[in-house]
């Protein structure tokens, strides 16, 4: 492993909306809040931007907001991913064109392919867009789990520099840094277990919990990155409850419930996810004042 190309905290960004449509000052907002914080990246209509809701104008006007907004102030990972090859082709077009810095491309979803059928999905995609691309295996939404043996095959692709592994799975980090010669970036996709992850080699995290508290991510991970495991460890201590709480309900519902409270958007989701459930409310407030963003 060399150097990566994508690390630390990672944004993905929730999609803010008014009246069912985006909430464009809200975003400009939100992503503000991010820069300012110091985060090292974001990422526009991922999963926590509720991209399997949006439509193909809307995704893409998520992404082309979220760029010209960054200005190259912070890196832009553009959700664009699709059950259908076609579509995720598609969408790596236009972010590479409005001038993302890479895509992140989730596993088709209910298609439930086999791996060497999303081995061809990606190297597809990969092939028909020059854009740097990282690989998004989140099997508890898209009820499939591409194998650490599919992502060694594809970490060969010039273009396909990276994965996000949302599978909480700690023996992965160590087993691809085994595994796959050559860069390529280790990126948690789960915010409770990404510091184990990081112990075990992991160059950063895409994050939930950074819409809430960035200052406390940046925080943490710059204490991982300079070696000081036992101040990450004291800030994931603090932190702990809240990564638990945003996934208490649908979401990003608790991500928006959490941000509409400090008065940054709407708590506005779109059908067929619901608002936060008032039972769950108490919990996300106190694990927000734990995490001092109350």
Not at 38 to 57: F, I, K, N, R, Y
Not at 249 to 271: I, Q
Request: glycine fraction near 8%; include cysteine; charge should be negative.
């Amino acid at each position: 492993m060399t150097a990566p190309l994508f690390k630390g905290v990672i944004t993905a960004l929730i999609t803010p909306l008014r009246d069912g449509n985006m909430d464009e000052e809200a975003f400009q907002r939100l992503l503000e809040r991010q820069i300012a914080a110091g985060v090292h990246g974001v990422v526009p209509v991922g999963t926590t931007g509720e991209s399997a809701t949006l439509s193909m104008d809307e995704h893409k006007r998520v992404i082309e907001q979220c760029v010209t907004i960054a200005a190259g102030r912070v890196r832009v990972i553009a959700g664009a991913g699709s059950n259908a090859t076609h579509e995720a082709i598609e969408l790596s077009a236009f972010a590479k064109q409005v001038g993302a810095d890479a895509t992140l491309v989730v596993t088709p979803y209910y298609n439930r392919p086999s791996q060497d059928g999303m081995v061809a999905h990606y190297e597809a995609v990969a092939d028909a867009v020059q854009i740097p691309m990282l690989l998004y295996n989140v099997p508890s939404r898209s009820s499939v789990d591409l194998s650490n043996e599919a992502v060694a095959r594809l970490a060969a692709h010039p273009n396909i520099v990276g994965i996000k592994d949302a599978t909480g799975d700690m023996s992965r980090v160590s087993w691809m840094r085994s595994h796959i010669d050559g860069p390529f970036d280790l990126i948690s996709g789960d915010d409770a277990s990404w510091l184990g992850y990081a112990a075990g080699g992991g160059t950063g995290v895409i994050s939930v919990t950074s819409n809430i508290a960035p200052e406390a991510m940046v925080a943490m991970y710059d204490a991982v990155a300079a070696g000081d495991f036992a101040t990450a460890r004291t800030w994931q201590d603090r932190l702990i409850d809240l990564h638990k709480a945003l996934f208490l309900d649908n979401s990003p519902s608790p991500a928006k419930y959490a941000l509409a409270k400090l008065g940054l958007c709407d708590e506005e989701v779109r059908l067929p996810l619901s608002p936060t459930r008032d039972a769950v409310k108490p919990l996300i407030d106190q694990a927000m004042a734990e995490a001092g963003v109350a």
